[in-house]
C-alpha cells in the first residue's frame, strides 16, 4: 500500500532522556519484531544483547524495494549521537541543527 516512490523503510530506536546521558547498556532482553498484522505471521525478529552497547541509538535494519518486492537487510548497529545521527545519516534536516 505503499507509493511506488518509497523505496526503504530503516528501523531504529534508540533512548533519550535530555536530562541525562543513557545507553543501551542499561537495557537487557532487547527485542525488535514486525507482525504481520492480517495473519499474526512474525517477518522477522531482531533480538540483541545489550550488556557491553554504549550508543543511544540502534540501526536494527531496513527493508528495501527490488522492483516489486521488500526485502530486509539486517544491521544491528550501535549509534554513539542519538537518533539525531542516524537522522543526519539518511540527509534528515534535524531540528537541533537548524537552531544552532
Same mark, same amino acid.
Given at each position: 500500500? /505503499?507509493?511506488? @516512490?518509497?523505496?526503504?523503510? #530503516? ?5 533519550? +532522556?535530555?536530562?541525562? @546521558?543513557? +545507553?543501551?547498556? #542499561?537495557?537487557?532482553? /532487547? ?26 541509538? /540502534? ?14 537487510? #539486517? ?19 534535524? #531540528? ?5
Amino acid at each position: 500500500a /505503499l507509493p511506488f @516512490e518509497v523505496v526503504k523503510i #530503516a528501523f531504529v530506536m534508540s533512548v533519550y +532522556d535530555p536530562h541525562q @546521558e543513557h +545507553d543501551f547498556s #542499561a537495557v537487557k532482553n /532487547l527485542y525488535f519484531r514486525v507482525i504481520n498484522n492480517e495473519t499474526g505471521h512474525e517477518m522477522f525478529r531482531f533480538e540483541m544483547e545489550t550488556d557491553s552497547n554504549k550508543g543511544s541509538a /540502534l540501526s536494527i535494519g531496513y527493508f528495501e524495494r527490488l522492483g516489486s518486492e521488500w526485502v530486509y537487510k #539486517a544491521q544491528g548497529d550501535v549509534v554513539d549521537g542519538g537518533l539525531a545521527k542516524i537522522a543526519r545519516d539518511f540527509g534528515i534536516v534535524v #531540528a537541533e541543527d537548524v537552531r544552532s
